[in-house]
T-cell receptor, first 113, second 116 residues
Framework: KQEVTQIPAALSVPEGENLVLNCSFT??????LQWFRQDPGKGLTSLLL?????REQTSGRLNASLDKSSGRSTLYIAASQPGDSATYLC????????????FGKGTKLSVKP | EPEVTQTPSHQVTQMGQEVILRCVPI?????FYWYRQILGQKVEFLVS????????KSEIFDDQFSVERPDGSNFTLKIRSTKLEDSAMYFC??????????????FGEGSRLTVL
C-alpha cells in the first residue's frame, strides 16, 4: 500500500531559526510531489511542486528537495517567522493526470516570536 | 490571482438528508477533484473529473456520492443520504490548464459538513 509519512508531527521553534520538515513515501515510482500549507480550519495552499525528474524547487525562503531512490522529500524553511505557523502537508501523486494525491498527516509548525 | 471558490463554507444537516456542495474551479483548468478531511485525519482523495466524466474514484466514493458539472463554471458534489461518518471538511481542487502538464493542484477553502 502506498503511504506517506511526515516527521515530526509537531515542531516548535523560535523565530529566525532555519528548519527542516521531512516527508517519506513507500513507493518511489512517483509522478510528482507537492507541499501544501494549511492554516487551522482553512484550505490547502500550494507551496511547491517537484516533478519526478527534478531534485529541488525553491520559492522565496522555501526549498523542497526530492530523493526518489530513498523515498524522501524535505521542506527547508529559512529564517522562520511567526507567520509561518501552520500545518505543512506533503502529498505524492503516483497517477499522472488523475490527481489522486496521497497525503501525509502533516507537521504542525509553531514559530514563537 | 485566480482561485477555487466553494460554497457553503459550513453546512449542518440531519442524517439521511441530501447535500450538495458547490465549487467554482479556476476558469481555464480542465481537471477537477473532490477531497475530504475528517477532523484530525489525513486529506483523502474522493474523485477526479475530466471531460465531463469521472476519471478516477476512491473506494470512499460509493453510490451515495455523485459529481456533476452542470454548466461551464460550477462543479458539484452530491451526497444522496448523509451518514454521521460523512461529517468532514470537503475540498474542491482543480488543475491543468491548456498546455499545462505540471499536475499542480489548487484547492479551495473547503466546505465543512456536519451531519447530526
Amino acid at each position: 500500500k502506498q503511504e506517506v509519512t511526515q516527521i515530526p508531527a509537531a515542531l516548535s521553534v523560535p523565530e529566525g531559526e532555519n528548519l527542516v520538515l521531512n516527508c517519506s513515501f513507500t513507493d518511489s515510482a512517483i509522478y510528482n510531489l507537492q507541499w501544501f500549507r494549511q492554516d487551522p480550519g482553512k484550505g490547502l495552499t500550494s507551496l511547491l511542486l517537484i516533478q519526478s525528474s527534478q531534485r529541488e524547487q525553491t520559492s522565496g525562503r522555501l526549498n523542497a528537495s526530492l530523493d526518489k531512490s530513498s523515498g524522501r522529500s524535505t521542506l527547508y524553511i529559512a529564517a522562520s517567522q511567526p507567520g509561518d505557523s501552520a500545518t505543512y502537508l506533503c502529498a505524492v501523486d503516483y497517477g499522472g493526470s488523475q490527481g489522486n494525491l496521497i497525503f501525509g498527516k502533516g507537521t504542525k509548525l509553531s514559530v514563537k516570536p | 490571482e485566480p482561485e477555487v471558490t466553494q460554497t457553503p463554507s459550513h453546512q449542518v444537516t440531519q442524517m439521511g438528508q441530501e447535500v450538495i456542495l458547490r465549487c467554482v474551479p479556476i476558469s481555464n483548468h480542465l481537471y477537477f477533484y473532490w477531497y475530504r478531511q475528517i477532523l484530525g485525519q489525513k486529506v483523502e482523495f474522493l474523485v477526479s473529473f475530466y471531460n465531463n466524466e469521472i476519471s478516477e474514484k476512491s473506494e470512499i466514493f460509493d453510490d451515495q456520492f455523485s459529481v456533476e458539472r452542470p454548466d461551464g463554471s460550477n462543479f458539484t458534489l452530491k451526497i444522496r443520504s448523509t451518514k454521521l461518518e460523512d461529517s468532514a471538511m470537503y475540498f474542491c481542487a482543480s488543475s491543468g490548464g491548456a498546455g499545462v502538464v505540471t499536475g499542480e493542484l489548487f484547492f479551495g477553502e473547503g466546505s465543512r459538513l456536519t451531519v447530526l
